[in-house]
């Protein structure tokens, strides 16, 4: 099999499919295009009132790829992990050239949830997130959304559908209609960098619950 590169692998998230491994210590990387795609669209996340009042408290901190490696190997901690060294070296090197990008979610000083993903035009293509406390992924989510739509993003891929996803907001639509909306989001350019994160979690509340 030819070696993947991060050529290879950004090529592939601009047509439309990902790379996955059996489990952590496979050697192979095999390329994923589903029949139906999960997305997040940007203007319909969901914020029930149990996590609006979690967002509101200020227990916690948020950050943008100040541990990118941490989240990754967050995301890989559980028994069954398609994240293989390969994959996890191939992201981080992404990360370096500032088309990978994670957002962390931080207790007490410690790294508690977060979430990473790939960059490609105006396109956010969430790769995986955990939680190691109550809420810290739905925490990560809603802040990234935030975040892409202050930032000029217009497509949030979450690749499957989880009941955790859809709750959020996650719907599940067909490759072609992924495939269109990933077309139009090529042909402009978004930057995650071109606004701090929010500066609270109430504005985040704020922002999402008045246009979704």
């Known amino acids: 099999m030819e070696s993947v590169t991060t050529d290879l692998l950004l090529h592939a998230y601009r047509s439309g499919i990902f790379p996955m491994a059996e489990h952590r210590n496979d050697p192979e990387i095999f390329w994923v295009d589903p ?3 999960g997305v997040i669209p940007l203007d319909g996340f969901h914020i029930s009132r149990s996590l609006a009042k979690r967002l509101r408290r200020s227990d916690y901190m948020v950050t943008l790829n100040r541990d990118f490696l941490g989240v990754v190997d967050g995301c890989a901690d559980r028994q069954e992990t ?13 990360n370096a050239m500032g088309k990978a990008h994670s957002l962390e979610v931080w ?27 109550t809420d810290a992924s739905k925490i ?3 802040w990234l959304v935030d975040l892409l739509r202050r930032t000029g993003f217009t497509l949030f ?13 996650g719907v599940e639509i067909p490759r072609a209609s992924y495939r269109a909306q990933l077309a139009e989001a090529l042909l402009h350019d978004a930057d995650i960098l071109s606004a701090p994160l929010a500066s609270s979690g109430q504005d985040v509340v704020q922002r999402i619950t008045q246009t979704s």
């Open 35 to 37: 029949r139906r795609r």
């Open 82 to 94: 398609w994240i293989s060294a390969e994959i996890r070296d191939l992201y981080s090197e992404l």
């Open 107 to 133: 207790m007490e000083g410690s790294l508690v949830g977060g979430v990473y993903g790939v960059t490609i035009g105006t396109a956010y293509c969430g790769e995986s997130m955990f939680s190691r406390r």
């Open 140 to 142: 990560a989510l809603a």
């Open 157 to 169: 891929d979450t690749q499957f559908i989880t009941p955790h996803l859809a709750s959020l907001g």
